[in-house]
């Protein structure tokens, strides 16, 4: 009887030992199948993302030559200059009213036209495409676009301006309008975008929730307010996030537009490390600023992710 | 009073097929009426049409006797619960629950007076501040309910509301409803596909198939007495044995699908019977186990079920398979033959040409409709 029982014991505990060493085995293979999936991202990834960033790290820390090869160490050097450079600061005092100008506007503006574009009517699919069509416009051909409407003397813009009895505005040249004129040009862009996006949230929202509204008496605000935004809220929080990522990105329509003038007025970060790099060829200076736009970036995002995220709804 | 009445209502969606088809049906103050059918008979879009979900493309539909075909949703005053539940998956149990009151505006102390009375009786106090999501099937059921209970609407829509549940909770379920309606005085319009449902639970019971009425009546009416084959086959489990008969010669005999001869009294055969094509139909408790004495017939086995309290028998009957339900436990082994007892009072009598109803069967009704 002892004996017998003593035997079910070993027999457990070998049995157990064999399943450990299965399970481990297993383990293992999951972890090489991943790898061998996950390789090919790796692989790019490391190549176009990673080395360039660490590479970049590391350049902010020397002074350079022309070509970008490094010539001295200066530590924290090219940060100390950067934060205590008038022009650094204004570029990102730019870049953050940049980015309030054109992210609400953008959201909002394009949060309608969704709302309004997802009503059943008749030919609500030519007003679909016409609202997102900026999306199928390079942001080269957009700006070129627009400098023809800024323009002072003939631009449609002024025209209307001076036809009201006002006076012409230099939207490209007078540092009170330049960053205002960036931003509506940036907006337009950027609501094809995020209109197509919204919309698809708003698709997604089954009728039956409306159904059922409609059928507790709610009304068509009650219905905005009560299922629509929240229900739309992950999509909602996605654009925001990526449009706040665009907003600090913004390159192509400053380098056509304005090149960062008037008196530094449009000089937004991203512009203004290209300008470091490839004309005064300070690389050096340049990656630090990369990195301060990549950190701040970062910074953005997590604490987006960090508030935003508890009032997003996900199914 | 009608509370609810259809006259003539037609709807098709692509103006080609009509989905439904001249329906006129008037449903009574606090009746538990119910829809059944096929799937995609056109139920649903019945309900929704009431609902006012759903244009109405032909016809006119009362609610307490106004015309209301033009009048949205929120103004018929009238609650629905959705086939799927149709809950707000980012909202709680209460907020659910309280949304078209809110909605409506009611005031504060009375939407939490109603909410405490609702939670209560459907017994989801415990669930407020839960999301649908953290709900079981059954519980997302009872708040779907319960959304429809504590707007106090007096006419009340349910759509398949059970149709995802288990066996055990569709039972508890069905009793709950009908009891609440009860209480209440609901005028509800309850649709199913499940003819278990409709027979249990229904005070009436309306048959739709592709859009065309069937057969509207009480319950066992429509049991024992369908008025054609289609409501035949439909209602009652298992469904009525049919099959093609035709009289011999003499009229001293019924030959079902020729196979199955049954004795007749010639003076009985009415006119109407002699000179159509005939379908008859029995249920499956009217085939009888029979003694050696009394045995009609004697039939082969096919298949043989137990459910416990009763036995099932399917037999071959030339090309149809026609089922006997006996009560209590019959140790009979499939090839057996074993004799039967298949009396001419329990036939129902259809036309197989227009498939209506020519008579129904005589030992139904003063035998087991026991009223108490
Ligand atoms: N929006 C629609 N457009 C076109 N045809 C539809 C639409 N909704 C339903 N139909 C058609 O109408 C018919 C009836 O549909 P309905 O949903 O009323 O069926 P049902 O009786 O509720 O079926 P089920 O039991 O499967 O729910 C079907 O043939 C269906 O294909
Ligand atoms: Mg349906």
Redesign the interface.
């Given at each position: 009887m002892s004996i017998a029982s003593d035997l079910a014991v070993q027999n457990q505990d070998s049995m157990e030992l064999v399943f450990k060493q299965v399970r481990k085995k297993q383990k293992i293979k999951s972890f090489i199948k991943g790898i061998l999936f996950l390789s090919p991202s790796i692989l790019l990834f490391s190549v176009f993302l990673f080395y360039p960033m660490l590479r970049t790290i590391y350049l902010s820390f020397f002074l350079t030559d022309a070509s970008g090869s490094t010539t001295v160490f200066v530590g924290w050097q090219n940060y100390i200059n950067l934060f205590t450079s008038p022009v650094f600061l204004k570029s990102m005092m730019s870049t953050f009213l940049f980015v309030l100008y054109t992210v609400p506007v953008t959201v909002i503006i394009s949060l309608f036209l969704a709302v309004i574009a997802n009503e059943k009517l008749k030919g609500v699919g030519f007003f679909r495409t016409i609202y997102s069509s900026s999306m199928g416009i390079s942001v080269a051909a957009a700006s070129v676009f627009w400098l023809y409407l800024f323009n002072p003397s003939m631009g449609f813009l002024n025209m209307i301006v001076e036809a009201l009895g006002f006076e012409a505005i230099g939207w490209l040249t007078d540092p009170a309008w330049a960053l205002v004129s960036i931003s509506i040009t940036t907006i337009w862009m950027n609501i094809g975008f995020t209109f197509l996006i919204l919309l698809g949230g708003l698709q997604s929202i089954d009728s039956y929730l409306y159904e059922s509204a409609d059928i507790d008496g709610a009304g068509y605000f009650y219905k905005l307010r009560r299922i629509t935004i929240p229900m739309l809220s992950p999509t909602l929080f996605f654009v925001i996030t990526v449009t706040i990522i665009n907003a600090f990105q913004t390159f192509g329509q400053i380098d056509i537009l304005t090149q960062g003038g008037p008196a530094n007025e449009t000089n937004l970060i991203v512009y203004s490390i290209y300008r470091e790099a490839f004309v005064n060829y300070q690389f050096g200076s340049a990656s630090a600023q990369a990195v301060v736009l990549f950190i701040l970036i970062l910074l953005m995002t997590a604490i987006q992710f960090k508030f935003g995220e508890r009032k997003v709804h996900y199914q | 009073m009608e509370q609810v009445e259809l006259i003539d209502i037609t709807k098709s969606y692509d103006k080609q097929k009509k989905v439904l088809n001249e329906i006129s049906l008037s449903i009574e103050k606090g009746e538990f009426f119910v829809l059944v059918g096929p799937s995609g008979s056109g139920k649903s879009t019945l309900l929704r049409m009431i609902?006012?979900?759903e244009d109405i493309t032909d016809g006119t539909l009362k609610i307490n006797d106004k015309v209301v075909n033009h009048l949205?949703?929120?103004e018929r005053n009238?609650?629905?619960v959705?086939q799927?539940y149709?809950l707000?998956?980012?909202?709680t149990v209460e907020q659910n629950i309280l949304?078209?009151l809110?909605?409506?505006k009611v005031s504060k102390v009375e939407q939490q007076e109603r909410l405490r009375e609702t939670a209560e009786m459907m017994g989801l106090s415990e669930l407020l501040s839960r999301k649908p999501?953290e709900l079981s099937g059954g519980q997302r059921q009872r708040v779907a309910l319960a959304?429809s209970v504590v707007?106090q609407a007096p006419l009340c829509l349910m759509d398949e509301p059970l149709s995802n549940l288990d066996a055990k909770l569709r039972a508890n379920m069905r009793v709950e409803i009908r009891r609440l309606q009860k209480r209440l005085g609901l005028t509800m319009i309850y649709v199913t596909h499940d003819q278990v449902e409709a027979m249990t639970m229904g005070d009436r019971i309306m048959v739709l198939n592709d859009g065309i009425i069937q057969q509207i009546g009480k319950p066992i009416t429509l049991y024992n007495e369908p008025a054609n084959l289609f409501v035949a086959s439909f209602i009652g489990s298992p469904k009525m044995n049919l099959g093609k008969a035709k009289f011999s010669t003499d009229y001293k005999q019924l030959i079902i699908e020729g196979v199955l001869p049954i004795e007749m009294d010639p003076l009985s055969v009415s006119e109407r019977l002699k000179d159509v094509n005939l379908t008859v139909g029995i249920r499956a408790e009217h085939i009888f186990s029979g003694m050696e004495e009394n045995a009609t017939h004697y039939l082969e086995v096919v298949n043989v079920e137990h459910l416990g309290n009763e036995t099932t028998l399917a037999f071959d009957i030339g090309t149809e398979l026609w089922t006997a339900k006996w009560p209590g436990q019959w140790m009979i082994n499939v090839g057996d033959k074993i004799p039967v007892r298949i009396s001419v009072e329990h036939l129902c009598y259809f036309d197989s040409d227009s498939e209506e109803l020519l008579k129904a069967a005589t030992a139904g009704k003063s035998q087991e409709v026991v009223a108490i």
């Open positions: - | 609902a006012g979900l949205p949703p929120k009238l609650s629905m959705f799927n149709a707000y998956p980012h909202l949304f078209g809110k909605a409506k999501r959304r707007s």
